[in-house]
């Protein structure tokens, strides 16, 4: 019997896009990082411990922001979680138009970081951030990471 070509991959189980929206609230940034933990083990993502804590503290300093900076525009923001076979990408979305940059470190200072420590956590992972605007004027803060650590 003659080969007629590979076959085309199926995605693994794991695979998928989900999308939640909470209250921009102080009370949603764990719930949110609890959310997430709780999706990534329910769908089996075959994430590295050490990937995953770093994920898990992006969302949090992520809605953390959400909640501090944009609650006033954007009562409501969302959560979104996108796997694919071989990274994770979480974003958070709110309808504040203002594009934060991350801050230059200064040790004076007892906040402020938290868009460094996100980029620094996804470089070290060897994955990617991000700010996007939206169509509807607001902004989309995401971070990709590798499921397993880059050697």
């Not at 979104?80 to 991350?102: C, F, I, K, L, Q």
């Amino acid at each position: 019997m003659e080969s007629r070509g590979s076959v085309p991959a199926r995605p693994v189980s794991y695979e998928g896009v989900w999308r939640f929206t909470a209250p921009a609230v102080d009370v949603s940034v764990p719930q949110a990082r609890h959310a997430v933990r709780d999706l990534l083990n329910r769908q089996g993502v075959p994430l590295d411990d050490d990937i995953a804590e770093g994920l898990l503290l992006i969302v949090s300093e992520l809605v953390t922001n959400a909640v501090k900076h944009a609650a006033l525009l954007s009562p409501e923001l969302a959560v979104e979680v996108a796997v694919g076979a071989e990274w994770v990408r979480v974003s958070v979305e709110d309808n504040h138009p203002y594009r934060p940059t991350a801050l230059e470190t200064d040790y004076a200072q007892t906040g402020g970081r938290g868009l460094l420590l996100v980029r620094e956590i996804t470089r070290e992972a060897g994955g990617a951030c991000d700010v996007e605007h939206t169509a509807g004027g607001g902004k989309i803060i995401w971070a990709a990471l590798p499921l397993r650590p880059q050697l």
